[in-house]
């Protein structure tokens, strides 16, 4: 699986992450926590000048995803 | 003020029929321009390996959804760099989907940046590639004439 490497690494601090970093975006590059930021273009920023295309994981603490459109449940794709 | 028809106003023989049978649809730009991201300015060295030239494909404008999204095949053509996965449950049980970062640009009118959710459109037999939400609808206007087959969209 894409990005396995960093989910569990997320996985494994999430509860000190949302301790300390609660709504900010968190880049993780394997293992390793590269850092928090304000903003998702300040991290994707961040991201792509230091590690290109990646892999690297980007997402923002403590907040839910995003609900699928419910078109794609009319349209058969979910 | 740009004003485009995202709607089939000259099909014959029906119009009304036409619009209620693709939706809404529009021609948008998908890539990825590093650029637009933080405060780095135009994007030079190794930023600018990262860019991925815009493409146009076809959009549903789809007032329903509240973000926009792309077709997951089209994001993996264009190769958009892939920043996280979600689970999601739906009718059919669970589901994982790709994260990744783009642009989205209806020509003249409205540019999105950020991250997408990658969606199963062409995989489940759609024509459109990309799902235009709410988030990118917020600063045009757009009117609907299920009538004569016509819907306009403006800034």
Same mark, same amino acid.
């Given at each position: 699986m894409a990005l396995e490497t960093e989910i569990r690494a997320y996985e494994a601090q999430r509860e000190e992450l949302e301790r300390h970093y609660k709504g900010k975006f968190v880049i993780f590059r394997g293992e390793e926590f590269i850092g928090a930021f304000d903003s998702l273009d300040a991290a994707a920023d961040e991201a792509v000048r230091r590690? =290109?295309? =990646?892999p690297y994981l980007i997402r923002q603490v403590g907040v839910p995803v995003e609900p699928v459109p419910a078109s794609l449940i009319c349209f058969g794709a979910f | 003020m740009p004003v485009i028809e995202? $709607? !089939?106003?000259?099909?014959?023989? +029906?119009p009304a029929d036409a619009l209620q049978i693709w939706g809404p649809t529009v021609q948008v730009d998908v890539g990825f321009d590093? +650029?637009? !991201? $933080?405060? +780095? $300015?135009p994007a030079t060295g190794a930023r600018a390996l990262v860019a991925v030239p815009a493409i146009q494909v076809p959009a549903l404008i789809d007032t329903g959804a509240q973000q926009s999204c792309i077709d997951e095949q089209l994001a993996q053509q264009l190769n958009l760099p892939l920043i996280d996965q979600a689970k999601l449950s739906g009718v059919s049980g669970a589901m994982i989907f790709n994260v990744y970062l783009a642009h989205i640009a209806i020509p003249g009118v409205a540019l999105q940046y950020g991250q997408f959710t990658g969606v199963h459109l062409q995989a489940g037999?759609?024509?459109?590639r990309v799902l235009i939400g709410r988030t990118l609808l917020r600063d045009v206007l757009l009117v609907y004439d299920g009538r004569s087959g016509s819907v306009k969209l403006a800034r």
């Open positions: 590690f =290109g295309r =990646g | 995202c $709607g !089939f106003p000259a099909v014959n023989p +029906s590093p +650029s637009l !991201f $933080g405060q +780095s $300015g037999g759609q024509y459109h």
